[in-house]
T-cell receptor, first 117, second 118 residues
Framework: AQKVTQAQTEISVVEKEDVTLDCVYETRDTTYYLFWYKQPPSGELVFLIR??????QNEISGRYSWNFQKSTSSFNFTITASQVVDSAVYFC??????????????FGKGITLSVRP | ETGVTQSPTHLIKTRGQQVTLRCSSQ?????VSWYQQALGQGPQFIFQYYREEENGRGNFPPRFSGLQFPNYSSELNVNALELDDSALYLCASSLSSGDSLQNSYEQYFGPGTRLTVT
């Protein structure tokens, strides 16, 4: 069985602050994929990143960075110098590799991020 | 490149009725997955369609059924609607290559259909 836990439910920061969104996962698969999606008020899920379980290198994309630690089953997401436009619900998700990289995404409950001006 | 589209945007139905939701996949994508997102929750996998056949199903009863057409668009049908079926229904498309689906790529989601059952 697969499980994704996002223990933080709501986070509120002031613009320009850095914020880290936590994600802990459980899986019996030896290979798997991890994802982060952003869901703005419009409702559409926006793909942010996919990470293969083989690759533990951290990734940076502009103000976004991801820290994957297999030893602690965590895949945390940091937004540097947050902006009001970052306000959204963020989901961490997991899928098995054995059935195709993106089959059957298992999502966490999401973290609501509010960035105040 | 055309993104994933879904119709209708909103829908209100009465308990016991049937509903059909539609999804057009992103250009070049051949795999469609459906998810149900209840208020305040993460999306839950319903099922996936590849080559017009169901390829995997989540923990949803048989009254949730689907179709995929030769142009890769898809429908989600829900019979005997219950109040708990009220949710945002999301469609996601991706590209799969080969029979084993081992090379699926990122899933791109549509804007969803908000279904309210009264």
């Amino acid at each position: 069985a697969q499980k994704v836990t996002q223990a933080q439910t709501e986070i509120s920061v002031v613009e320009k602050e850095d914020v880290t969104l936590d994600c802990v996962y459980e899986t019996r698969d030896t290979t798997y994929y991890l994802f982060w999606y952003k869901q703005p008020p419009s409702g559409e899920l926006v793909f942010l990143i996919r990470r293969n379980s083989f690759d533990e290198q951290n990734e940076i994309s502009g103000r976004y960075s991801w820290n994957f630690q297999k030893s602690t089953s965590s895949f945390n997401f940091t937004i540097t110098a947050s902006q009001v436009v970052d306000s959204a619900v963020y989901f961490c998700a997991l899928s098995p590799d054995r059935e195709g990289a993106n089959s059957k995404l298992t999502f966490g409950k999401g973290i609501t991020l509010s960035v105040r001006p | 490149e055309t993104g994933v589209t879904q119709s209708p945007t909103h829908l209100i139905k009465t308990r016991g009725q049937q509903v059909t939701l539609r999804c057009s996949s992103q250009s070049g994508h051949n795999t469609v997955s459906w998810y149900q997102q209840a208020l305040g929750q993460g999306p839950q996998f319903i099922f996936q369609y590849y080559r017009e056949e169901e390829n995997g199903r989540g923990n949803f009863p048989p009254r949730f059924s689907g179709l995929q057409f030769p142009n890769y668009s898809s429908e989600l049908n829900v019979n005997a609607l219950e109040l708990d079926d009220s949710a945002l229904y999301l469609c996601a498309s991706s590209l799969s290559s080969g029979d084993s689906l081992q090379n699926s790529y990122e899933q791109y989601f549509g804007p969803g259909t908000r279904l309210t059952v009264t």
